[in-house]
């Protein structure tokens, strides 16, 4: 079933992992050997999660790096739902055609 409104992965990992083990943004980003503005941006929902982000927050903090990237997927998806209407791009329908061109081999 699809949630109308999945968490963005950066607010989870702010709330879920840092804040519980008391890590400052700065403290965290040492930890996972990233750039301060990078993780700040994720935990800000300014950036989406990168794989290699996932990947690090499951080896520090032992965090499946696929259930982040399915809170990302399933955010991203929820956020292009929310634009449905203003995307508009008709259904592709064929064209009969006389002949049917051949695949060369």
């Known amino acids: 079933m699809r949630m109308l409104n ?14 519980p ?5 700065t ?11 990078a993780l700040s941006s994720l935990l800000n929902a300014r950036a989406d999660l990168s794989g290699d982000m996932a990947l690090r927050i499951e ?3 032992g965090v499946k790096m696929d259930t982040l990237m399915r809170m990302q997927s399933s955010y991203g998806i929820a956020r292009t739902r929310s634009r449905e209407k ?6 592709y329908q064929p064209q009969p055609t006389e002949s049917t061109p051949r695949l060369r081999p």
């Open 6 to 19: 999945p968490t963005h992965p950066g607010e989870f990992i702010r709330t879920e992992i840092l804040l």
């Open 21 to 25: 083990l008391n890590l400052s943004v």
């Open 27 to 37: 403290a965290a980003a040492r930890v996972l050997a990233v750039s301060r503005p």
């Open 59 to 61: 080896k520090a903090f």
């Open 86 to 91: 203003q995307i508009r791009v008709r259904r």
